[in-house]
């Protein structure tokens, strides 16, 4: 995938949200962590014609450096991009520090890669029409990204402020920035038949059945397992994807011990 710019930042910052509102990009958008499971492209128009590549990036967790949640995928992606955009949740809905919301993203990109963690980046402090500046201390904040070179551009997804002038800095920092190194392909070939959510196997072991697939393991590289709405979430994409109905063909009955790549439970459909 190449794009121009890359939106980085934790689950639930509003990357799919800024997307959509800048171009005509739809990705999936919803009030739970880790809803966008793959890379969304975006062609972003600015003024006369101008305009650049943007890439809503999945939400990076901390460990994705060693390949934890979408991990090297996720870091795969980001390398490709010029600039990038550094969405924070400004207003600290989440309860969490937004500069070690910042602080903990940068680690993931230096350990995987100094030239990675050094390309430039803007920060887009969204969710700015919430911002409670008692609680919240944007001095420090200020001061934290000026002492590292971030230059801070506050924004609202949810109402536009400050989207028109996002964009057109975007573009502005673009025109001085090297052309992107051309990488070899690195994907594989799509086979002609895709993975179902119905195409499970399950052998039992030790009292417990062990239920495997592609899909299903695709869908659990995309969960947080400590998060209730994503647990909830992942539970609403077995029912509606006839998931449970294809185990309890297989044999699996209620009460009995399930393992779904390290998610272990029991069964009750």
């Known amino acids: 995938m190449l794009a121009d710019v890359g ?7 509003g990357k799919s949200t800024l997307l959509s509102v800048i171009s005509a990009a739809r990705p999936k958008i919803a009030a739970y ?10 062609v972003v128009a600015v003024d006369d014609g101008k305009g650049f590549v943007a890439a809503d990036i999945p939400g990076l967790i901390e460990g994705a450096s060693e390949g934890a949640g979408l991990g090297f995928d996720f870091l795969r992606h980001v390398d490709r991009c010029r600039l990038l955009v550094h969405v924070v949740d400004i207003a600290a809905t989440e309860g969490r520090d937004p500069v070690e919301d910042v602080k903990l993203i940068n680690r993931e ?8 963690a050094s390309r430039p980046q803007i920060i887009a402090a969204n969710k700015c029409d919430i911002l409670d500046r008692e609680t919240v201390d944007i001095p420090a904040f200020e001061r934290f990204a000026a002492e590292n070179g971030y230059e801070v551009m506050y924004i609202s997804a949810a109402t536009g402020e400050g989207i028109k002038e ?6 502005e920092r ?15 070939a799509e086979t002609t038949e895709k ?7 399950a052998k039992r072991e030790d009292g417990m059945w062990i239920v495997e697939g592609e899909w299903l393991k695709w869908l659990m ?10 647990l909830t979430y992942f539970d609403r994409m077995l029912r509606t994807n006839g998931v449970f109905e294809k185990m309890r063909s297989l044999g699996i009955k209620d009460g009995d011990e399930v393992d779904l790549y390290g998610l272990e439970f029991d069964f009750v459909d």
């Open 221 to 230: 590289t995309g969960i947080n397992l400590d998060d209730y709405e994503s």
């Open 7 to 13: 939106f980085v930042g934790l689950p639930s910052v």
């Open 109 to 116: 990109l230096e350990k995987y890669s100094i030239d990675l």
């Open 166 to 171: 996002l964009c057109r800095r975007v573009y």
């Open 174 to 188: 673009l025109q001085t920035l090297p052309e992107i190194t051309i990488y070899e392909p690195e994907y594989e």
């Open 33 to 42: 962590h880790f809803t966008t499971l793959s890379p969304m492209l975006g």
């Open 195 to 201: 993975a179902l959510p119905s195409d499970i196997t």
